[in-house]
């Protein structure tokens, strides 16, 4: 039921591309065999974008496939080191450490999952949802975005859910509305076995009060400003029933069940 | 191989070589343990820890300026008790020198701590934090007064036998004052600098980044700063001084010892490359192989020391 935590290490990589896939959103395809091989659905990986600018800190990075010693992260341009990794180009060479944190955990005897995402929402869910697939398990994806040009992966979430829906801010593309209009009729139509959310704080909470009040167990990703990224400096602290947890070793995936929602400050906005 | 002779004395302690951490950013050392063999430094200093257990700051604790930080994380630790009962036993085990960054609000917390650390085998030596910005009682309020840091240190001293290391604040007027009056008090060494106060105002929502509006400035932006406070106080007393600040290289922890520290910490930089700290101590090696220097030592205070 735990998924195994392998022994994460600096691993240089090197840039395979970097490309536009939505409006405001970018993929960039990394060379990192041992982080491919190693990291599990849900983990991050802390990248090191730039040795010569002056901001100094990693930035953390969902893992959103890993294949073929590739891994592979889809970013939202929002500040320096977002802009600076837009700049990247093949055989750019960077680091990342990896794979960090504790991911999604599929309970024993899942057969229906579903998988709720909302805008950068879908990073960590392409690993989830290969995985889902792979062990049989059937996937409803409902996924929001504030318009059709910024839903991200569709071909992939095509591909292996059962049923991907979609909601958008401006009615571009399937229900007019937020996501968590169709997390609650999912809930509602055929029960999963477990759910699965990520995307900004304030929507991975209704998901998870929707969760709750149904009665299914729910797994959330959260998000919050990390220094060290492996447990050490406690900038990264969520707010849990069993005291403070470092989203970057307990986390980022936690119990919905177990969250204490904005104590902590949480993250403004999300992704 | 090189012959640099690279042990460094702080009070009645023998390190094999002069690389630190830097308390809070390094854990107990346990975080890094993948990264690091604890065993190739001078010590491990672990994050500040209190009599009772510490919650710490609300979230964002961190934002990121220009070549560094600012921390708000409000020394977050479980208690002494639980830390006795944790991450000593596991240090232990290490084949490395351990230094307790010892916190408090009031000057018989820090003893309390103190004592209750005394007893334990595990623990080489105490580092008094009175200098952390980023609580409301006690921290920094103790490190920018000469009276205030000299009863702290006194209610320690008074119930300690261990090492005892001052950890100086840099928000002061004149830090060669604090330093000559922790030393009167029995101090075995001063360590500096903690993080300079600073301020982060988010230009779209008017209000300050961190909740608590203030935060503590580190990593390379206050190298400078750090390295002359150090030239100072080096020059003020007669006990050793561990510097640090900025540090992310062997030239720049070179840089601390030609100033007059004995031994130096690296703090911020175990952020960007965790195995910075290795690093340092290999490079520092390097440094002094390379320039027929035999003993590390040679290298404290050189750039103000009549030859
Ligand atoms: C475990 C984890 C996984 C992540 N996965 C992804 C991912 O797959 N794709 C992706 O695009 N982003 C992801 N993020 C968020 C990503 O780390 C930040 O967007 C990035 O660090 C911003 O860096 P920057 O230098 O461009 O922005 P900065 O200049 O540092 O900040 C710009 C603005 O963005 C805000 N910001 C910065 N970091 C975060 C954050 N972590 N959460 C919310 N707001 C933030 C800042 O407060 C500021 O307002 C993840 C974060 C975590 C903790
Ligand atoms: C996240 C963080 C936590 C810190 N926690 C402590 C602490 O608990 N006790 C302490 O004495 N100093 C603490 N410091 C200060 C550092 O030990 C060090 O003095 C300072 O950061 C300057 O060194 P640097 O620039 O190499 O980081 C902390 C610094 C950071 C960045
Ligand atoms: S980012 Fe340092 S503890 Fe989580």
Redesign the pocket.
């Known amino acids: 039921m735990c998924t195994e935590v392998p022994t994460p290490a600096i691993e240089p990589v090197v840039v395979v591309s970097n490309e536009r896939v939505a409006e405001g959103v970018s993929r960039i395809v990394l060379d990192a065999p041992r982080t491919a091989g190693a990291v599990e659905p849900g983990q991050f990986v802390h990248l090191r974008i730039s040795r010569h600018a002056d901001f100094i800190l990693r930035r953390p990075f969902s893992v959103h496939r890993a294949r073929d010693g590739r891994i592979e992260i889809l970013y939202q341009v929002v500040g320096l080191g977002t802009r600076a990794l837009e700049d990247a180009v093949r055989d750019d060479v960077m680091d990342v450490i990896g794979p960090l944190g504790h991911g999604w955990r599929v309970p024993d005897g899942t057969k229906r999952a579903l998988v709720v995402a909302g805008g950068l929402g879908a990073a960590p869910m392409g690993m989830l949802v290969e995985r889902l697939a792979e062990r049989g398990i059937e996937v409803t994806l409902a996924q929001g975005a504030p318009s059709a040009g910024r839903l991200l992966a569709r071909e992939l979430f095509d591909n292996l859910c059962s049923r991907a829906i979609v909601a958008t801010d401006d009615g571009s593309a399937g229900l007019c509305g937020f996501v968590t209009v169709l997390s609650a009729e999912q809930l509602g139509r055929d029960r999963p076995d477990v759910v699965y959310v990520c995307g900004p704080e304030p929507m991975q909470r209704i998901v998870a009060d929707q969760c709750a009040g149904a009665g299914v167990p729910c797994q959330v990703s959260l998000e919050r400003l990390m220094?060290c990224g492996i447990g050490a400096?406690?900038?990264c602290v969520v707010t849990t029933r069993n005291g403070l947890k470092r989203a970057c070793v307990d986390g980022p995936v936690f119990d919905a069940a177990d969250v204490v929602w904005d104590a902590d400050g949480g993250q403004e906005g999300g992704r | 191989m090189s012959t640099v002779d690279m042990r460094v004395r702080v009070g009645a302690l023998e390190l094999r070589n002069p690389v630190m951490t830097?308390?809070?950013?390094f854990g107990s050392g346990r975080e890094y343990a993948d990264f690091v063999d604890l065993s190739r430094l001078g010590a491990v200093?672990t994050?500040?820890v209190s009599f009772e257990p510490w919650a710490g700051n609300p979230s964002p604790r961190?934002v990121e300026t220009p070549s560094?930080?600012l921390?708000s994380?409000g020394?977050q630790n479980p208690g002494v008790e639980a830390f006795c009962a944790g991450d000593l036993p596991w240090l232990a085990q290490r084949d490395v020198p351990v230094i307790v960054?010892v916190?408090g609000h009031r000057a018989d917390e820090y003893a309390a701590v103190a004592e209750r650390l005394d007893s334990e085998q595990a623990v080489h030596a105490l580092?008094v934090?009175i200098?952390?910005p980023n609580v409301d009682a006690g921290g920094m309020a103790f490190g920018t007064t000469c009276p205030a840091a000299a009863d702290v240190v006194r209610s320690v001293r008074a119930v300690t036998s261990k090492t005892l290391i001052v950890?100086l604040s840099p928000n002061v007027t004149d830090v060669t004052e604090i330093a000559r009056a922790v030393e009167a008090e029995g101090a075995d060494a001063v360590?500096l600098?903690?993080?300079l106060l600073g301020m982060v105002i988010d230009t779209r929502t008017f209000k300050p980044v961190l909740p608590r509006g203030v935060g503590?400035l580190?990593?390379?932006a206050?190298?400078p700063v750090?390295v002359r406070m150090v030239w100072q106080v080096a020059q003020a007393v007669s006990i050793p001084v561990i510097g640090?600040?900025?540090?992310t290289c062997a030239n720049d922890a070179a840089e601390f010892m030609l100033a007059g520290a004995s031994a130096v910490?690296?703090?911020?930089?175990n952020f960007i490359d965790p195995t910075t700290t290795v690093g340092v101590a290999e490079g520092l090696e390097r440094f002094c192989a390379a320039r027929g220097i035999g003993r590390v030592t040679d290298l404290v205070g050189a750039a103000w020391k009549k030859q």
Do not use: D, Y
Request: charged share 10%; glycine share 20%; hydrophobic share 35%.
């Open positions: 220094g400096c406690l900038s | 830097a308390s809070g950013t200093v994050k500040g961190i560094g930080m921390n994380i020394l960054n916190v580092e934090n200098s952390c950890k360590s600098i903690n993080t503590g580190s990593g390379p206050v190298r750090a640090m600040g900025g540090i910490a690296v703090g911020t930089a």
